[in-house]
């Protein structure tokens, strides 16, 4: 088949110009930058042609690219002030990562806890054999916005918490923008978390509103067997923004892994899931909650791939679209061949608050094993009438009713988040967005 | 001034006629029986009062307090003190029982001026009410409504009236569904509230509750009208001769 080349656009022909500047100062991994920077240069942006990217055209979404950040000076760190996430007081050990750079100021890196180490990312990369930072599961090696992250990655952290190491305190990863003009961040982190150890990641991304700077964010998991991860992200950038994160997790044999993705911020948001159960028996609770208003766009996209035999999955997405935002759902699973005794459920609801809304759903099933049990389901509905009906006889006006009805839809997903005082500072976050919705 | 004022009511829903011509006025401190066979608009009357769209009143008037409680919303009326006991009580996944509860009675005395009721305050009036109605703490902790049997539903419906302490309740069919003893939990609920200011509208096919909530006056509806007005005694008449007569009953409106 005679190969189509697209004209370069505009970001393109930048990202291009980017690379060439900045690569011989881009600390570590050179070969490793080089190889995606040519994954991207073949590709190309991503476009509605490309299936993984049907409902976001990035291509079409990104206009231009925006320069690299810089690492904030010193002043610059300082006016960082307190980033919660919205998360209020929850007690965690709060790293803050500012346009990319893991900021000195925020950071306590040296906390006495022999079950784990904190580095810089670019400290470890310099000793660090690059192993780590390759072992991608297949969906993520050849997907373009995973490649530009990998090179142009700046900076973050590498967490490594040793073998049956229980981290009583969740870790908060606080990713800030704190430019005034509209730049480029890549952070990166990677968390290693041994065999029967247990770790409650927080991973925060925020913003000023009306700056169209451009995150892509990545984070890669290894759990080993029998370890316990919670993994929870809340994308609150500002209002302009391009947000693009990849969750990248191989999880080993017997573990448990639960992730939950809260999104209410972000012109544009991407948040794609590429997970990969490499051992037996392993329980996942893989769930999101995303709340739109205005023109907001906001997709999620997972692959859940089922590599070894006797795994749970359950996948429970939901989303709120009010005005003329757009929610977007696809959500793969794939059973290898051999992963017998796979359990996996999927379901993807999203509820409209206004005609304008839309909500596509893509849910798919690649099954190479005979004895397993696979579903999806999806649906898409404005509230109900009866119910809201319900609530106003017993006195409850419209607003609060409503406001009562899309707490309990949300909160079907937000209950999984084993984390109590996290469960409930996220229930704030929506009962402060419904605040805000009036 | 009476409690409720029905005058010459017409209702329609999708362009069929369900209610013609209807008349009832209710005093404080009456209970009315409205018997009736099916079809004849007995929960649409119940409907009508407590605001559920869908329904359009293509003439008449309600009032309630001297006020026209159609130009209302449902959460209006029930602030002024209009309840409904559903006939089929909806279940609400993901919202709980005692949050449910107590936004409706602190959403209703903010609306008539009142503070809201501290948590031991709430909490103590939910436990005394839910004693005396035989409810669980469990099944306090669940959602509303989610995993109850029919019987558990009802009382639950009757709970919230306890709670909100309603002028005028209306309760559709309460008993349909119920086993003996729950019917009479439910029929001491519901007396237990009776009082010179209140007044209860019960609506039902059978005779059965009325044995325990006896009524001061009892209506048959037939075809959208009420077609004949008694005492308590017309009850035990309509269990021996059935509705039979009525529904040959000509309608004027038609």
């Known amino acids: 088949m005679a190969e189509l080349t697209l004209m370069k656009n505009a970001a393109e022909q930048q990202l291009a110009a980017e690379w060439t500047a900045a690569k011989a100062k881009l600390p570590g991994a050179a070969p490793l930058r080089a190889a995606a920077f040519e994954t991207f240069a073949k590709a190309g942006l991503p476009h509605r042609r490309v299936e993984e990217w049907k409902y976001t055209d990035l ?380 | 001034m009476s409690l409720l004022e029905i005058k010459n009511l017409h209702v329609e829903i999708d362009g069929k006629k369900i209610l013609n011509g209807l008349d009832l006025t209710v005093n404080a401190g009456e209970v009315h029986a409205i018997m009736g066979p099916n079809g004849s608009g007995k929960s649409t009357l119940a409907y009508v009062l407590a605001g559920k769209a869908d329904y359009e009143v293509t003439d008449g008037q309600v009032l309630f307090d001297g006020e026209d409680v159609l130009a209302m919303e449902p959460d209006e009326r029930a602030a002024k003190g209009v309840f409904l006991a559903f006939q089929y009580p909806i279940e609400i996944p993901g919202v709980a029982t005692m949050t449910f509860l107590r936004t409706a009675l602190n959403a209703q005395r903010k609306k008539r001026g009142e503070a809201e009721l501290t948590t031991p305050e709430f909490m103590k009036r939910v436990r005394e009410a839910s004693g005396k109605l035989s409810i669980s703490q469990d099944m306090l902790r669940r959602a509303v409504n989610v995993g109850f049997s029919g019987g558990e539903k009802k009382r639950n419906e009757i709970l919230q009236m306890a709670l909100l302490e309603p002028r005028l309740a209306v309760l559709d069919e309460t008993d349909s569904g119920l086993d003996i003893d729950a019917l009479k939990i439910v029929a001491d609920g519901v007396n237990r509230l009776r009082s010179p200011e209140r007044a209860t509208i019960v609506i039902t096919h059978y005779q059965r509750l009325l044995d325990y909530i006896v009524p001061d006056i009892v209506h048959v509806l037939s075809k959208g009208r009420i077609v004949k007005t008694g005492g308590k005694e017309l009850a035990l008449e309509l269990e021996a001769s059935g509705y039979a007569q009525f529904q040959e009953a000509p309608v004027a409106a038609e």
């Open chain 1, 59 to 438: 291509r079409a979404l990104m206009r231009e690219a925006k320069p690299l950040a810089v690492r904030p000076d010193a002043a610059a760190f300082a006016t960082l002030g307190e980033t919660d996430a919205g998360l209020g007081d929850l007690d965690a050990r709060r790293i803050v990562i500012a346009d990319g750079y893991l900021a000195p100021g925020w950071t306590d890196l040296n906390e006495s806890d022999p079950g784990i180490t904190i580095v810089e990312l670019m400290a470890w990369l310099g000793e660090a054999d690059l192993f780590r930072l390759n072992s991608i599961p297949d969906a993520a090696r050849k997907d373009i916005a995973v490649s530009l992250n990998t090179a142009f990655m700046t900076g973050g952290v590498v967490i490594h918490v040793r073998k049956d190491a229980c981290i009583e305190r969740p870790i908060h990863l606080a990713h800030v923008f704190s430019g005034k003009t509209a730049a480029a961040i890549y952070p990166r982190s990677i968390v290693i978390v041994e065999p029967g150890a247990r770790l409650m990641l927080i991973e925060s991304h925020e913003g000023p509103d009306g700056i169209d700077y451009q995150a892509n964010t990545a984070l890669q998991i290894f759990a080993g067997d029998g370890a316990h991860v919670d993994h929870v992200k809340v994308t609150r950038e500002g209002d302009t923004a391009l947000h693009i994160s990849s969750l990248m997790a191989d999880v080993g044999a017997h573990a448990r892994f639960n992730t939950f993705g809260y999104t209410t911020g972000g012109g544009v948001v991407r948040n794609q899931l590429f997970l990969r159960f490499g051992g037996e028996g392993t329980v996942a609770n893989i769930r999101g909650a995303t709340l739109l208003k205005g023109r907001q766009h906001a997709d999620t996209t997972l692959v859940v791939d089922h590599a070894a035999a006797g795994c749970q999955s359950r996948e429970v997405f939901k989303s709120v679209l009010d005005d003329e935002s757009r929610g977007i759902f696809q959500g793969k699973i794939v059973v290898r061949p051999g992963a017998q005794k796979t359990d996996a459920k999927m379901a993807s609801h999203a509820l409209m608050l206004s005609d304008e809304a839309e909500a596509d759903n893509k849910p798919e099933l690649e099954i190479f094993a005979d004895d397993v049990q696979c579903g999806h389901g999806a649906t898409a509905g404005d509230l109900d009438e009866d119910l809201l009906f319900y609530l106003r006889a017993r006195g409850i006006p419209s607003a609060e009713a409503e406001a009562l009805l899309i707490q309990a839809f949300v909160g079907e997903a937000i209950e999984g988040v084993e984390h109590a005082g996290l469960r409930e500072a996220l229930i704030e976050a929506v009962q402060a967005w419904l605040k805000a919705r009036g």
